[in-house]
């Protein structure tokens, strides 16, 4: 098992910058990818953007391509994810996930059907 909480949701207004916190505990050696994923009212859940644990390679929506950065700390077991020029499209419950599916060893995933252990998620809203 897997917990994982996150932190640093908040309001902002357009243009504002926002740093999304995941503490991982459990048996994190098991997964292969982490990733954050959204999710808007009335919208299906997105993958944002993931990176293979441990070893890094990280791939992004093109939504948020050169805007949003995802990071891990492997000594502390926590994923980050630095969003910049938000923009009012980008409010979501945001949620942070890890996969323990083997492909995620060699190509991370956006695909939020492939996550395994989710976070409780965090709300992000951005304002124009």
């Known amino acids: 098992q897997v917990q994982l909480v996150e932190s640093g949701g908040g309001s902002v207004q357009a243009g504002g910058s926002l740093r999304l916190s995941c503490a991982a505990s459990g048996d994190t050696y098991m997964s292969s990818c982490m990733g954050w994923l959204r999710q808007a009212p009335g919208k299906a859940r997105e993958g944002v953007a993931s990176?293979?644990?441990?070893?890094?390679?990280?791939i992004y929506a093109d939504s948020v391509k050169g805007r949003f950065t995802i990071s891990q700390d492997n000594a502390e077991n926590t994923l980050y994810l630095q969003m910049n020029s938000l923009k009012p499209e980008d409010t979501a419950t945001y949620y942070c996930?890890?996969?323990?599916?083997?492909?995620?060893?060699?190509?991370?995933?956006?695909?939020?059907?492939?996550?395994?252990?989710w976070g409780q998620g965090t709300q992000v809203t951005v304002s124009s």
């Open positions: 990176i293979r644990s441990r070893v890094g390679g990280a």
């Open positions: 996930a890890a996969t323990v599916a083997p492909h995620c060893q060699w190509v991370a995933s956006l695909i939020p059907n492939e996550y395994k252990y």
